[in-house]
């Protein structure tokens, strides 16, 4: 069965400093694995996509890495601001039967 | 603008009323998903659809209902709730066209008293 886990559940570091957010999956047989931010009792906006092929994507301030291999993916957010406090999520979509399966997050919260 | 809509946003119903939660998109995409999501659970996928006529069970399909009859409509039927029903569902979808990322609606709360 597939699962996929976040760790740390919460984080709170200084504004400004670089983070890493961590996402691990039990199931390397997956077509991509997305990461998505959420604020609180909002929905989901999508940060990046990584396709089973692809080693990382950028944007901005973001980098997501993705090591199929060894079932890990890492979210790094550079010079953090307050704007970025939120709910951080990765999906991956399983190979086998398209399902997509998410982990339960990491919630950051960036002190100012 | 491309979107996924749902509607209604909130929703309060008793016990055993039949409710539909619709979801829409306008992007022609192929894939789309129902998910509920619950502290400490997280979100879980309970139906999605590959393409029009093709509906296959998440992790959590029990009590609901689903159907693709149009390539851009994708709805959510409860047909008959129950309080541990009570959730925040999304529906999302994703397509050939934007590589399979996904794009969310932005969401029903539903309480079932």
């Known amino acids: 069965k597939q699962e996929v886990t976040q760790i740390p559940a919460a984080l709170s570091v200084p504004e400004g400093e670089n983070l890493v957010l961590n996402c691990s999956f039990t199931?390397?047989?997956?077509?991509?694995l997305q990461w998505f931010r959420q604020d609180p009792g909002k929905g989901l906006t999508s940060l990046l996509l990584?396709?089973?092929?692809?080693r990382e994507q950028t944007s901005g301030r973001l980098n997501a890495s993705l090591d199929k291999s060894s079932g890990r993916s890492t979210l790094y957010i550079a010079a953090s601001q307050p704007g970025d406090s939120a709910t951080y999520l990765c999906a991956v979509r399983r190979f086998r039967d398209d399902k997509i399966i998410f982990g339960k997050g990491t919630r950051l919260h960036i002190l100012p | 603008e491309a979107q996924v809509t749902q509607n209604p946003r909130y929703l309060i119903t008793v016990t055993g009323k039949k409710l539909t939660v619709t979801c829409s998109q306008n992007m022609n995409h192929e894939y789309m998903s129902w998910y509920r999501q619950d502290p400490g659970l997280g979100l879980r996928q309970i139906y999605y659809s590959m393409n029009v006529e093709v509906t296959d069970k998440g992790d959590v399909p029990e009590g609901y209902k689903v159907s693709r009859k149009e390539k851009r409509n994708f709805p959510l039927i409860l047909e008959s709730p129950s309080p541990n029903q009570t959730s925040l569902y999304f529906c999302a979808s994703m397509g050939r066209m934007n590589d399979y990322e996904q794009y969310f609606g932005p969401g029903t709360r539903l309480t079932v008293t």
């Open positions: 990584i396709q089973s092929s692809q």
């Open positions: 199931d390397s047989a997956i077509y991509n």
